[in-house]
């Protein structure tokens, strides 16, 4: 399905394919060659904006989303995974995202880089060229550290100074009732959703 809102319409090359059942909406630009397949979800929020490159696969229930403060980039000839998550992310060519993986606002993951299967970059994270995060372990910092997941305290350490609520929704962490601030900002942000057309 391909939707339009707030004055935004998806681009699709005319050598891209979209599955019918997946779901591109919004200011989003397909290149050449891409193919998003079934079940995917492709959403620029109000104000952001999603670029996939040429011969890019976004295989089955995959999420790539962007937000105002987030845009997402993807390069050519890249892979994301069924259901896999990609926020806000800069994603550069000749990046394979496995099957589970998440990569979240503010990540940079240079060229040729793998992300497999369950693996997780975080937020404001840079892969250098050619990194491998192994399966079910977790990105975190710049430069990033890879740890598994067993090595919570550690992961902890380098991702609270990175500020998940604060540099995603622009709320501090230390606020009383900060999921209500949270929850409160983002509906009224996604509101604008009621004004899609097909």
Same mark, same amino acid.
């Given at each position: 399905?391909?939707?339009? *809102?707030?004055?935004?319409?998806?681009?699709?090359?005319?050598?891209?394919?979209?599955?019918?059942?997946?779901?591109?909406?919004?200011?989003? !630009?397909?290149?050449?060659?891409?193919?998003?397949?079934?079940?995917?979800?492709?959403?620029?929020?109000?104000?952001?904006?999603?670029?996939?490159?040429? &011969?890019?696969?976004? @295989?089955? &229930?995959?999420?790539?989303? =962007?937000?105002?403060? #987030?845009?997402?980039?993807?390069?050519?000839?890249? %892979?994301?995974?069924? &259901?896999?998550?990609?926020?806000? =992310?800069?994603?550069?060519?000749?990046?394979?995202?496995?099957?589970?993986?998440?990569?979240?606002?503010?990540?940079?993951?240079?060229? $040729?880089?793998?992300?497999?299967?369950?693996?997780?970059?975080?937020?404001?994270?840079?892969?250098?060229? $050619?990194?491998?995060?192994?399966?079910?372990?977790?990105? !975190? $910092?710049?430069?990033?550290?890879?740890?598994?997941?067993?090595?919570?305290? =550690?992961?902890?350490?380098?991702?609270?100074?990175?500020?998940?609520?604060?540099?995603? *929704?622009?709320?501090?962490?230390? @606020?009383?009732?900060?999921?209500?601030? %949270?929850? $409160?900002?983002?509906? =009224?942000?996604?509101?604008? #959703?009621?004004?899609?057309?097909?």
């Amino acid at each position: 399905m391909i939707l339009s *809102y707030a004055g935004h319409s998806p681009a699709i090359d005319a050598d891209a394919w979209v599955a019918p059942d997946a779901t591109v909406c919004g200011d989003v !630009v397909i290149g050449a060659g891409s193919r998003v397949m079934h079940g995917a979800r492709l959403v620029a929020e109000a104000g952001g904006s999603i670029r996939i490159g040429r &011969n890019c696969i976004v @295989l089955e &229930n995959a999420v790539i989303r =962007a937000t105002a403060r #987030h845009p997402c980039t993807i390069g050519n000839h890249c %892979i994301v995974g069924p &259901n896999s998550h990609v926020v806000g =992310a800069e994603v550069a060519d000749e990046v394979f995202i496995a099957t589970g993986a998440a990569v979240f606002h503010g990540a940079h993951i240079e060229r $040729g880089s793998e992300v497999r299967i369950n693996g997780t970059v975080h937020l404001r994270t840079r892969l250098e060229r $050619g990194t491998v995060v192994p399966i079910g372990w977790i990105a !975190v $910092g710049d430069p990033a550290r890879i740890l598994p997941p067993d090595q919570h305290e =550690a992961i902890w350490s380098r991702q609270k100074p990175l500020d998940f609520p604060g540099f995603v *929704y622009g709320v501090d962490r230390s @606020l009383p009732d900060v999921m209500q601030k %949270i929850t $409160g900002s983002l509906s =009224a942000a996604l509101g604008v #959703h009621r004004t899609e057309s097909v």
